[in-house]
């Protein structure tokens, strides 16, 4: 079974609007991990979350991680078409040497 | 930036052939993965190798057979591939074994008629 995982399979926007993908996980982490995956290319890591921190920032993203409830977020603020991809979070395995990515969640932002 | 370079692009075969892929990073990392990618996006690491070294062999057939020639080429082998074996393969690394931060190649496509 997947040690973190995307809870929604798909969502859709218009720009402009906001949007949030959440995750759960089911191991103890030392951090969290939330990557995109564009059409064609491989993933590329948005934002690292550590263990001790509760939310982290970067430009128009916003993630959260709340250890108690072993569950993240990623939000994305005014949207654009680009940010159009598969969203995955993952976790590092026990050791941490290895990661281990959800199923993703498909974001299509449309004009 | 690319810094994971992943060859060939896209690669159609037939079963029982043997294909081979290549990947080189230029970030000077010491941790090498190649992960399998499915048709519903879903990401599954196959192997992964620190120094040379494999540290990582997860559940996969024994026809995969990854290879080091040093820290910064991790290579993939397939002998005889099966129709389940079409996929995309992505190579990535990491700076150390901690893998706090995976970089990834744009991955090479594998059809298999």
């Known amino acids: 079974s997947q040690l973190a995982e995307e809870n929604s399979w798909a969502l859709s926007v218009h720009e402009g609007e906001s949007v949030t993908v959440n995750c759960s996980y089911k191991?103890?982490?030392?951090?969290l991990q939330w990557y995109r995956q564009k059409s064609g290319k491989g993933p590329a890591q948005l934002i690292l979350?550590?263990?001790?921190?509760r939310e982290k920032r970067n430009g128009r993203l916003r993630a959260t991680l709340d250890t108690s409830s072993q569950s993240s977020s990623l939000s994305i603020t005014a949207t654009r078409c680009e940010d159009t991809a598969v969203y995955f979070c993952?976790?590092?395995?026990?050791?941490?040497?290895?990661?281990?990515f959800g199923s993703g969640t498909r974001l299509l932002v449309s004009p | 930036e690319t810094a994971v370079f992943q060859t060939p692009n896209y690669h159609v075969t037939q079963v029982g052939n043997e294909v081979s892929f290549n990947c080189k990073q230029t970030?000077?990392?010491?941790?090498m993965y190649w992960y399998k990618q499915d048709s519903k996006k879903l990401l599954k690491i196959m192997f992964s190798?620190?120094?040379?070294?494999?540290?990582v062999n997860e559940t996969v057939p024994r026809r995969f057979s990854p290879q080091s020639s040093d820290k910064a080429h991790l290579n993939l082998r397939i002998k005889s591939v099966e129709p389940e074996d079409s996929a995309v393969y992505l190579c990535?690394?990491?700076?150390?074994?901690?893998?706090?931060?995976?970089?990834f190649g744009s991955g090479t496509r594998l059809t298999v008629l």
């Open positions: 990535a690394s990491s700076y150390k074994f901690s893998a706090e931060t995976l970089y």
């Open positions: 191991t103890s982490i030392t951090a």
């Open positions: 979350i550590r263990s001790n921190e």
């Open positions: 993952a976790t590092a395995g026990t050791g941490g040497y290895k990661v281990v």
């Open positions: 970030l000077g990392h010491d941790t």
């Open positions: 190798y620190n120094n040379k070294q494999l540290i």
